[in-house]
């Protein structure tokens, strides 16, 4: 069992940055792909960025490319997601999401094993 918890969600102005942080509980950290999803009101759950289990290779949605990065410690159990350039559209809760062994299909939720409560944010223009 992993549990996960994200944290940085806030309410900011368009521009601003954020980072957020997911703390996972898992003995092997290591062996988890780790992702990034976030929900908007009424909408679907959308992938946001993913990072390979070694932090070597990481993925994007188009719609943050250049803005956010993603990125991993191992040896701290944690993901980050930096986020710059913040947008009203990406007005969201974010969710931390764990997948084991996970070699392909990144953007796709339903390969995740584990997921966290989320974290809200919220940008104002």
């Known amino acids: 069992q992993v549990q996960l918890v994200e944290s940085g969600g806030r309410l900011v102005e368009t521009g601003a940055s954020l980072r957020l942080t997911c703390a996972a509980s898992a003995r092997t950290f290591s062996n988890y792909a780790m992702g990034w999803f976030r929900q908007a009101p009424g909408k679907e759950r959308e992938f946001v960025a993913a990072?390979?289990?070694?932090?070597?290779?990481?993925y994007y949605t188009d719609s943050v490319k250049g803005r956010f990065t993603i990125s991993r410690d191992n040896a701290k159990n944690t993901v980050y997601l930096q986020m710059n350039s913040l947008k009203s559209e990406d007005t969201a809760v974010y969710y931390c999401?764990?997948?084991?062994?996970?070699?392909?299909?990144?953007?796709?939720?339903?390969?995740?094993?584990?997921w966290g409560q989320g974290t809200q944010v919220t940008v104002s223009s």
């Open positions: 990072v390979t289990r070694s932090g070597e290779y990481t």
């Open positions: 999401a764990a997948a084991i062994g996970l070699t392909w299909g990144f953007s796709r939720p339903q390969v995740y094993n584990y």
